[in-house]
C-alpha cells in the first residue's frame, strides 16, 4: 500500500515562532521516522504529508494515498484534533486511529466525563469555570483539581493546580483562563496512585496492552503528573508495569475498556486513571490519539 504521513512536528512550530509549552503535545522527527521504518519494513511505500495544512495542499493537487496513518494534532480549535480526519472522510480516503466525532468528544474534557458518567462510569465530580463569575459557582469539596479544559501533555498542569482553599482556587483559575484563553476543569482531586492504560483495536475486538503506574520522585512536583514532570519525565518520574494480579490495575482495566468501546474509539490509544481516597480507580481523560515514540511515549512503552 501507499501510506500517507499527518503529523505535526515539534521542530517546525518551534521554528516558526511558537514556544516550547504550545508545541508540546507535537511530534519528534525520531517518532515519525521509527513509524515510516516500521510501515517500509511490512512491505508499505511512505510519503511524508505533514500538517493539516499540508494535506489541504496534497488532496487540491489531486494526491492520494491507500491509507493515511495519521497522528496530527491540529493547533487551533476545540476540535483540532479532528480536522485531519474530517478532511480525509471527505475525499474517502481511509485513515488510522479514531474519527471526527471522538477526537473533538475527548480533547473537551467536561463533555467526555458527562458521557462517561452517563455511561456509569467512575469519573471525578467536577465544574467548568468559563469565566472568572463562574468560580463563585463551584460547590465541590477541596482540595480540588484545576486544568485547562482541552488541553493535552499536562500543559497548564503544575504545582498550583491542587487547590485547598477559595483564595487558591480563584488565583489558579484567573490565571489559566488568562493563559490559555479556554474554560477551566475544575474537579475533585483524586490522591491515589496513578495509572495510564494502553488499548489496541475497536469495539468487541478491543483488549488492554499493559498498564503503567506513574511514580513521582522525591525531586518531581507533588501532587499531579505535572507539565514539568512530564517533560523531564526521565529524571523526576519512575513508570512501573502493573498487571491485573493486582486488583486496582484489574479494576482499571475494566474500565477503561468499558471507556474505549462506550466512546467508540478506535485502533490504539490511552486512558488515565487516578485513584480517590478509597483507592477506587476513576477515569480522569482518554487519549485516543496518544503518542507513539517508541522510548518515551506512554502507550509503546505499557505494550512491551
Not at 469539596?141 to 503544575?158: N, R, V, W
Not at 489559566?176 to 482531586?189: G, H, I, N, S
Not at 491485573?244 to 488515565?272: F, H, M, T
Request: proline share 6%; aromatic share 6%; hydrophobic share 40%.
Amino acid at each position: 500500500m501507499r501510506i500517507g504521513l499527518t503529523y505535526d512536528l515539534r521542530d517546525d512550530y518551534l521554528a516558526m515562532g511558537f514556544g516550547e509549552e504550545e508545541t508540546a503535545e507535537f511530534d519528534r522527527e525520531s517518532t515519525i521516522a521509527s513509524i515510516e521504518g516500521a510501515l517500509q519494513r511490512l512491505g508499505h511505500r511512505t510519503d511524508r504529508i505533514g500538517h493539516v495544512k499540508a494535506l489541504t495542499a496534497r488532496l487540491a493537487a489531486g494526491d492520494r494515498w491507500d491509507l493515511v496513518f495519521n497522528i496530527a494534532e491540529g493547533m487551533y480549535g476545540i476540535g483540532r484534533e479532528a480536522q485531519v480526519p474530517a478532511l480525509l472522510d471527505a475525499y474517502a480516503i481511509p485513515y488510522t486511529f479514531s474519527d471526527p466525532l471522538v477526537l473533538s468528544l475527548t480533547l473537551h474534557k467536561g463533555m467526555t466525563k458527562r458521557v462517561l458518567r452517563d455511561g456509569g462510569l467512575p469519573t471525578p465530580l467536577f465544574h467548568e469555570v468559563h469565566t472568572p463569575a463562574d468560580i463563585e459557582g463551584v460547590c465541590l469539596p477541596f482540595p480540588l483539581f484545576c486544568k485547562p479544559l482541552a488541553e493535552g501533555t499536562g500543559k497548564g498542569i503544575d504545582g498550583a493546580s491542587v487547590v485547598r482553599t477559595p483564595a487558591e482556587l480563584r488565583a489558579t483559575c484567573e490565571r489559566l483562563l488568562a493563559t490559555f484563553r479556554q474554560p477551566v476543569l475544575v474537579e475533585t482531586y483524586l490522591p491515589g496512585r496513578e495509572l495510564t492504560t494502553g488499548i489496541t483495536g475497536t469495539g468487541a475486538a478491543a483488549r488492554v496492552v499493559g498498564t503503567m503506574e506513574v511514580v513521582l520522585g522525591d525531586k518531581a512536583e507533588q501532587g499531579a503528573y505535572t507539565y514539568t514532570n512530564k517533560e523531564l519525565c526521565e529524571e523526576l518520574v519512575e513508570y512501573r508495569l502493573v498487571t491485573a494480579q493486582d486488583p486496582v490495575v484489574r479494576a482499571a482495566e475494566e474500565i477503561s475498556l468499558a471507556a474505549w468501546r462506550l466512546l467508540g474509539c478506535r485502533d490504539a490509544g490511552r486512558l488515565d486513571l487516578r485513584c480517590d481516597a478509597a483507592g477506587l480507580p476513576q477515569l480522569m481523560e482518554l487519549n485516543p490519539l496518544a503518542g507513539l515514540h517508541p522510548e518515551h511515549s506512554d502507550l509503546p512503552s505499557s505494550a512491551t
